[in-house]
């Protein structure tokens, strides 16, 4: 579903699977899906009878989560993940979903993120540093919830300091080069940065607070490679030094 009215009015599906994922980061992974559209739908899974549920139990009515029962259908083998895949794909036939939050560290998911963006739709994965490539890959964006709360943590106790961010490192220096390279650029070089952050999102899952900042813009100046100028039409442009 095309989105007509802005970030604010998307219709967002959070779907979470409590049996992987930890309910210690909820709070950060509100916050960054309450920037990219609403979250109207809020899913829990797993078998509630668990006793290892009970944070994300307490969670449930603060957040207006709904809490998806989903029994162990064979001793030490959970059917959370078919649980959460089926009703993904209810949401998506439906069409009322404009994209979907999943938070898992779990690879398994990686098929329903795949086949959610061949229908053109957001596909926004909240898991550990762990995570394998593959799921992370097959997202949209994919947001390390650790590195999350880093960011928060910074934010609040240290405001005017860049300590504790994720250093600038090989892999990100490579997916922001090629995302420079196919950037339309001016004659001095300069490319606008909303184009380079499309196109970065385009060849992996890059997200700037991955590495602890809230903005893209804010990365790319702690970036020494780049160089950040206001153009005449207040627009930010990026031109790579080297």
């Known amino acids: 579903m095309p ?8 219709n967002i599906a959070l779907l979470i699977d409590a049996d992987n994922a930890s309910p210690d980061h909820l709070d950060e992974v509100l916050l960054v899906l309450g920037e990219l559209g609403t979250i109207n739908i809020r899913r829990a899974y797993g078998n509630w009878a668990k006793a290892s549920l009970k944070g994300w139990g307490q969670l449930t009515g603060l957040h207006s989560i709904v809490p998806m029962q989903q029994f162990d259908v064979v001793k030490g083998k959970s059917a959370t993940d078919m649980r959460m895949t089926i009703d993904a794909m209810d949401l998506l036939y439906r069409g009322n979903v404009d994209g979907f939050g999943i938070m898992s560290s779990d690879s398994d998911f990686l098929p329903l993120a795949q086949r959610i963006r061949e229908d053109g739709l957001q596909v926004y994965g909240f898991g550990t540093s762990k995570t394998p490539q593959s799921f992370q ?3 949209s964006r994919f947001f390390d919830v650790g590195a999350l ?10 405001p005017e300091t860049s300590e504790g961010q994720r250093p600038v490192d090989a892999e990100l220096l490579q997916v922001l080069g090629s995302a420079y390279k196919a950037s339309k650029r001016d004659e001095e070089g300069y490319t606008p940065l909303s184009e380079l952050g499309q196109r970065a999102k385009a060849v992996s899952s890059f997200a700037a607070r991955n590495y602890g900042f809230t903005r893209l813009s804010e990365l790319i100046k702690a970036v020494p490679n780049f160089e950040v100028k ?11 030094l080297r």
């Open 3 to 10: 989105d007509t009215n802005g970030d604010s009015e998307r």
């Open 137 to 139: 890959q097959a997202c």
């Open 149 to 158: 709360g880093l960011a928060e943590d910074e934010r609040l106790e240290q």
């Open 230 to 240: 206001a153009g005449s039409d207040g627009r930010l442009l990026v031109k790579r």
